[in-house]
C-alpha cells in the first residue's frame, strides 16, 4: 500500500519520497499550516489535548470525516498524511493492518490521538530525536476513525529529518515501539523490526553486474547489462518492496546537485509507481482492502486494484515538497522557505493542481532540419 525511502547525494544532504496505494481515489488535499497555528486533539474520555505550531509546514492531508452536501469539511477535519516542515522534518503516514491499541492512562492525563500524530510532530519539532524524546513522555492512542467505518487507526508513521535520521512509530498488542530506523525505508507489515530481520537474508545483494560465468567447459556470458538485479524480489508485496526500496536507496548514483538529486530519486520512485490492473486482490479470495465508508467505491475488477493515488518527494535541505498524483507524470512543487512567509493556513485539493500536457509538435514542426 505504501513505500517511503530517503536518498543521499554526493554532499549527504537527504531526500525524502513515498508513494501512497488504495484502491479507490480520495478528496486528498494540500494544506498549509503557518507557525502560531492552533490544533486540538481529542480522545474519547480524556481532556483534550491543545498545542500551537512553532514550525511551519505543508503536507497531504485527508479530512476524518465523509464530505457532503451537509457535512461541511472544516480546517480541524484535516489530518497529515505526509507533510515536511520548516526545519526539513518530514512525517508519513503507512497502512499497517495489524495495529492495535487498548493502552491503559488516567482519565485525567490529555492524551494525543494517533490521528493527530502527523499535525503535532511536524508542528512541534526539529529533528527526529525531539520526536522520540516527546513520545517518551506523551500518551497516544489508535482511536475508531469513523471515514474508516470505525477502524481502530490501522497505520504505523515514520519520521525523517536533514541531519538522516529516521525513525518507525508502531503500535502493537496495547504497546506503542519507537525504533530507530537505520536503512531509512519502510512499507507496510510485518513489524518493522522483522523486516530488518529478513533483510538479513539479502547480503548477497548488489549493483555490479556479474556478466559471465564458467559452467563446465561452457562460458555463459549475459548479453545484456543489468543481472544484478535479479535477486531482486519480483512482487509488490510490502515484504517485497522493502527490499527493493533497500537496494534503490543505496545503490543509486549519488549526483553533486540537489536539482539532479531530486530527477535522479524521482527516477527511484519510478520503480514504486502502480498502474491500476498491475494486480486484482479480490476480497472473496482472501485479500483485503482499506475501505472508506460512505465514499462511491468503482464497480468491476478496478474496486479490486490498488494504484499509485500519489507520489511526494522531499528536499529537506532546500525545504522543497514535490507532489504528483495519478493523473499526471509531473510533479507539482511546493517551496515552504516561501510558503512560511504567510500567517494563516491555506488549503487546495489535491485533483486541483496543475496536470498541463506540453505538446512538442509545433516545436519539432518550426525545427531547421540539418544539411541533407
Known amino acids: 500500500m505504501c513505500t517511503s525511502l530517503s536518498y543521499k547525494d554526493a554532499h549527504d544532504n537527504v531526500y525524502f519520497g513515498r508513494t501512497l496505494e488504495l484502491t479507490v481515489d480520495l478528496p486528498y488535499q494540500i494544506a498549509f499550516f503557518p507557525v502560531g497555528h492552533a490544533f486540538r486533539?481529542?480522545?474519547?474520555?480524556?481532556?483534550?489535548?491543545?498545542?500551537?505550531?512553532?514550525?511551519?509546514?505543508?503536507?497531504?492531508?485527508?479530512?476524518?470525516?465523509?464530505?457532503?452536501?451537509?457535512?461541511?469539511?472544516?480546517?480541524?477535519?484535516?489530518?497529515?498524511?505526509?507533510?515536511?516542515?520548516d526545519a526539513g522534518l518530514t512525517f508519513s503516514l503507512l497502512s499497517y493492518p495489524n495495529a492495535a491499541g487498548a493502552q491503559s492512562v488516567a482519565k485525567t492525563c490529555a492524551i494525543l490521538s494517533a490521528s493527530d500524530l502527523g499535525t503535532w510532530a511536524l508542528s512541534q519539532f526539529a529533528s527526529v530525536a525531539e520526536v522520540k524524546s516527546a513520545l517518551a513522555e506523551q500518551p497516544v492512542f489508535l482511536v475508531p476513525l469513523q471515514i474508516l467505518g470505525g477502524v481502530e487507526s490501522p497505520f504505523h508513521y515514520v519520521v525523517h529529518d536533514a541531519s538522516g535520521a529516521s525513525a518507525v512509530i508502531e503500535f502493537h498488542r496495547g504497546k506503542m515501539a519507537v525504533y530507530d530506523n537505520p536503512v531509512g525505508v519502510m512499507t507496510n507489515g510485518p513489524q518493522f523490526d522483522w523486516h530488518l530481520t529478513n533483510l538479513d537474508n539479502y547480503t548477497f545483494l548488489t549493483n555490479v553486474d556479474r556478466s559471465s560465468a564458467t559452467f563446465g567447459t561452457y562460458k555463459a556470458v549475459q548479453p545484456d547489462s543489468g543481472i544484478a538485479t535479479a535477486g531482486l524480489p519480483a512482487s509488490n508485496t510490502s515484504v517485497g518492496r522493502f527490499i527493493r526500496a533497500v537496494y534503490y536507496a543505496q545503490f543509486a548514483e549519488k549526483v553533486a546537485t540537489p536539482d539532479a538529486a531530486v530527477l535522479t530519486f524521482a527516477h527511484v520512485m519510478n520503480n514504486f509507481d502502480r498502474p491500476r490492473?498491475?494486480?486484482?486482490?479480490?476480497?472473496s479470495e482472501g485479500g483485503g482492502h482499506m475501505e472508506v465508508a460512505g465514499?462511491?467505491?468503482?464497480?468491476?475488477?478496478?474496486?479490486?486494484?490498488?494504484?499509485?493515488?500519489?507520489?511526494v518527494l522531499a528536499d529537506l535541505q532546500r525545504l522543497l515538497f514535490f507532489v504528483r498524483d495519478?493523473?499526471?507524470?509531473?510533479?507539482?512543487?511546493?517551496?515552504?522557505?516561501?510558503?512560511?512567509?504567510?500567517?494563516?493556513?491555506?488549503?487546495?485539493?489535491?485533483?486541483?493542481?496543475?496536470?498541463?500536457?506540453?505538446?512538442?509538435?509545433?516545436?519539432?514542426?518550426?525545427?531547421?532540419?540539418?544539411?541533407?
Do not use: C
Request: no cysteine.
Open 41 to 85: 486533539s481529542q480522545v474519547s474520555g480524556h481532556p483534550a489535548m491543545t498545542y500551537r505550531a512553532k514550525r511551519a509546514f505543508v503536507s497531504v492531508t485527508m479530512p476524518d470525516r465523509v464530505p457532503g452536501p451537509e457535512v461541511a469539511v472544516t480546517l480541524p477535519d484535516l489530518k497529515a498524511l505526509e507533510g515536511l516542515n
Open 277 to 283: 490492473g498491475a494486480t486484482i486482490d479480490y476480497p
Open 295 to 311: 465514499l462511491d467505491q468503482p464497480a468491476g475488477p478496478g474496486y479490486a486494484t490498488e494504484f499509485t493515488s500519489w507520489t
Open 326 to 372: 495519478y493523473r499526471s507524470m509531473n510533479y507539482s512543487s511546493f517551496s515552504l522557505a516561501e510558503l512560511a512567509r504567510i500567517s494563516e493556513p491555506k488549503v487546495i485539493a489535491l485533483a486541483s493542481l496543475d496536470k498541463t500536457e506540453i505538446d512538442a509538435t509545433a516545436l519539432l514542426r518550426s525545427a531547421k532540419a540539418p544539411p541533407a
